[in-house]
């Protein structure tokens, strides 16, 4: 806080900041909507360089540097972070989990984020409005909006921007998802965090199985397993699907290695979001044959309902190659000559020669996608994974 300030102006942005770590937000703070600048032009550089891939919504019309493209009266940016970390063991039951199981990110095990931040600040809003005895124009913002979120963050003085372009909260670390209420009311801004804590460290960087990082503080969307397994909605490069492993759904691996999510102090995950033991532990054929009710099932109020069930399933398939299981052979066959998507038996033909297992059934089924699928890309799948070596 500054020292021009007055008492009762003080009390307020106090009060709003209590209020918020009450709903359950680990840090908040409080930035001027002034344009960002500097993040305007790295984003402009991002998006030149083609590294947002198919996310045209990045490239999109409204100003992300600018809240008032959002909300025309907007007078300061109340930046919050909501925890959803802890331990990996106390999410899922075992690490690597049972044969055939695949990885959903944390951020996505429970409850949909959106849904839970948006109603929390929502709360925060009506709290903000009795506080100042009147209605207070605001836009909530969660991860959706066109809005520089990290940067918003950083210049809230939440944490820094780190190598791995996650925003990271000192004494709490990165697993944390950020929103903003956009206010029509003056308040004193938060100290900016100014330096980087990532020092001489490169662990994100040399990590990242898929190499997605360009160099340090910039990240190639279309190699990153999030983008992949999330956004990208055609074929994946055949190149990076060895690189996936299990993920179905996002990944944390640049996270995970990084020393300041080992901190004693992580907050603990809301209790809110949750977690879902099908989401916890994602069987890999029950997504590769997914139902349209099996599917509304398990997507309803999830963060995987932005990813189409076809999607889902070729991610299964995916995985199960990658999974080199004797076992994931008889559901791949299968899906090669009976699965309805294209896609997904354009994967499954992938899967089996990835493999590397001595294939009864598997090759026959090639042979014949290669002679007689209706669709060119499976045909080629299929005679392409014909040549894998078997071992
Ligand atoms: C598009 C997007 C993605 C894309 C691209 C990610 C990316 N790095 O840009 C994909 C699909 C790959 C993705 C993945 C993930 N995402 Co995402 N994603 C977004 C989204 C919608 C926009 C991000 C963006 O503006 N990218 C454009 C680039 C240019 O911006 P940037 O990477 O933030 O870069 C800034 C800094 O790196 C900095 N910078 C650049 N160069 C330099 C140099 C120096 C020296 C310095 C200091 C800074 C600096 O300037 C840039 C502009 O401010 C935001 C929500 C939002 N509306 O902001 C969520 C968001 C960034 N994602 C989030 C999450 C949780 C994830 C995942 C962890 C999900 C997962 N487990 O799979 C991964 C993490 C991957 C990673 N290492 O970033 C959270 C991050 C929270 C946090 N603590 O930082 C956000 C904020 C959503 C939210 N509301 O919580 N995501
Ligand atoms: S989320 Fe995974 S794939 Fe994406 S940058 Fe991080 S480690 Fe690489
Ligand atoms: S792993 Fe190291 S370089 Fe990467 S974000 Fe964490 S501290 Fe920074």
């Known amino acids: 806080m500054t020292a021009s300030l007055s008492p009762s102006q003080e009390s307020l942005e106090q009060r709003i900041l209590g209020a918020a770590r009450e709903l359950g937000f680990v840090r908040a703070g409080i930035a001027l909507p002034a344009r960002a600048e500097q ?43 909501l925890p959803y970390g802890g331990a990996p063991t106390a999410l899922r039951r075992s690490e690597t989990g049972p044969a055939l199981t695949g990885r959903v990110a944390r951020y996505a095990l429970g409850e949909d984020y959106h849904r839970v931040l948006k109603a ?29 979120e990290r940067d918003f963050a950083v210049r809230a003085g939440l944490g820094f921007a780190a190598k791995s372009t996650l925003t990271i909260l000192p004494g709490v670390g990165s697993f944390v998802l950020l929103g903003e209420l956009l206010l029509d009311l003056p308040l004193t801004p938060t100290s900016a965090h100014a330096t980087s804590g990532c020092g001489t460290c490169t ?13 340090p503080y910039v990240l190639d969307a279309r190699r990153c397993i999030s983008y992949l397994t999330i956004e990208l909605k055609g074929s994946m490069p055949r190149e990076l699907r060895p690189l996936i492993g299990t993920h179905v759904f996002g990944c944390d691996i640049c996270q995970d290695v990084c020393p300041w999510n ?20 994602p069987q890999l054929v029950e997504l590769l044959f997914l139902t349209s009710t099996g599917y509304r099932r398990l997507v309803r ?78 045909r080629a799948e299929a005679r392409r994974a014909l040549e894998q070596p078997e071992t």
């Open 39 to 81: 993040a305007a032009e790295r984003l402009r550089e991002w998006l030149a360089a083609g590294h947002h891939g198919e996310m045209q919504y990045m490239a999109g019309a409204l100003d992300r540097a600018a809240p008032a493209s959002l909300l025309e009266r907007v007078q300061s940016v109340l930046v919050v972070a």
């Open 262 to 281: 080992r901190t004693r102090h992580a907050a603990d995950r809301d209790a809110e979001l949750g977690v879902r033991a099908e989401l916890a532990e």
């Open 120 to 148: 929390k600040l929502e709360r925060l809003g009506q709290t903000i409005d009795s506080l100042v005895g009147r209605p207070v124009e605001r836009r909530a913002c969660v991860d959706s909006a066109p809005l520089l």
């Open 203 to 215: 662990a994100c960087l040399t990590a990242c199985p898929t190499s997605a990082f360009v160099g």
């Open 301 to 378: 109020g999830s963060a995987l309902s932005r990813v189409s069930r076809a999607r889902l399933s070729r991610n299964a398939a995916v995985a199960l190659g990658n999974t080199r299981s004797p076992a994931a052979e008889a559901p791949l066959t299968r899906a090669l000559l009976g699965h309805s998507s294209a896609l997904v038996r354009e994967h499954a033909a992938w899967a089996l020669g990835a493999l590397g297992v001595r294939l009864t059934e598997g090759r026959a089924a090639l042979a014949q996608a290669a002679q007689a699928d209706p669709d060119g890309d499976v």
